[in-house]
Nanobody, 115 residues
Framework: QVQLVESGGGLVQPGGSLRLSCAAS????????MGWYRQAPGNQRELVGW???????NYADSVKGRFTISRDNAKNSVYLLMNMLKREDTAVYYC?????????WGQGTQVTVSS
């Protein structure tokens, strides 16, 4: 089993920045790619981006150039740096970790972009 705990969400003004963190614990040796997803009210959960254990990244078109995913394998953590935030980035953000057996999810952290 893998446990994921997100932190760093909150209220930010349009154009501002936030950094989300996700700490993994448990059977972390099984984790490969880690990623971030988000879900806005009334919408389906969507991919924000992912990062492999080797550091390769991929992003949704809607966040390219504004969001950056990084990973610290020594701390078993993944991060999401969000710059130039827009109102449409408002959502609950979820950390995801993939293993050969299954995917794991965090509890989510709310990000609200509003003036």
């Amino acid at each position: 089993q893998v446990q994921l705990v997100e932190s760093g969400g909150g209220l930010v003004q349009p154009g501002g920045s936030l950094r989300l963190s996700c700490a993994a614990s448990g059977s972390i040796f099984s984790i490969g790619t880690m990623g971030w997803y988000r879900q806005a009210p009334g919408n389906q959960r969507e991919l924000v981006g992912w990062i492999t254990s080797g550091g390769s990244t991929n992003y949704a078109d809607s966040v390219k150039g504004r969001f950056t995913i990084s990973r610290d394998n020594a701390k078993n953590s993944v991060y999401l740096l969000m710059n130039m935030l827009k109102r449409e980035d408002t959502a609950v953000y979820y950390c995801n970790a993939g293993s050969p057996a299954r995917d794991y999810w965090g509890q989510g952290t709310q990000v609200t972009v509003s003036s």
